[in-house]
């Protein structure tokens, strides 16, 4: 369980320190590279828990395919 909850802690870590550092600027690179950074953790807490690369790829497309139509009526929306 704790184990599961590192990448957020990570993330939300990762985050509160970008901001600090760079402020306003935070959200064009630094942010990004938090995220990818505690999605490489998550990574590594599957293949810790005995995942298999193919299942966290099957879990990435999952995610990517259910989140894909808001993040486009998002994008469509922000004039």
Do not use: E, K
Request: glycine share 6%.
């Amino acid at each position: 369980m704790l184990l599961s909850l590192a990448p957020i802690i990570l993330l939300v870590a990762l985050l509160s320190a970008s901001v600090a550092l760079f402020g306003s600027d935070a959200s064009y690179g630094p942010n990004q590279v938090a995220l990818i950074i505690a999605s490489a953790a998550t990574m590594l807490v599957g293949w810790r828990r005995g995942m298999s690369w193919q299942a966290i790829q099957d879990g990435m497309v999952s995610a990517i395919t259910v989140s894909i139509m808001p993040m486009m009526i998002l994008l469509s929306s922000a004039h």
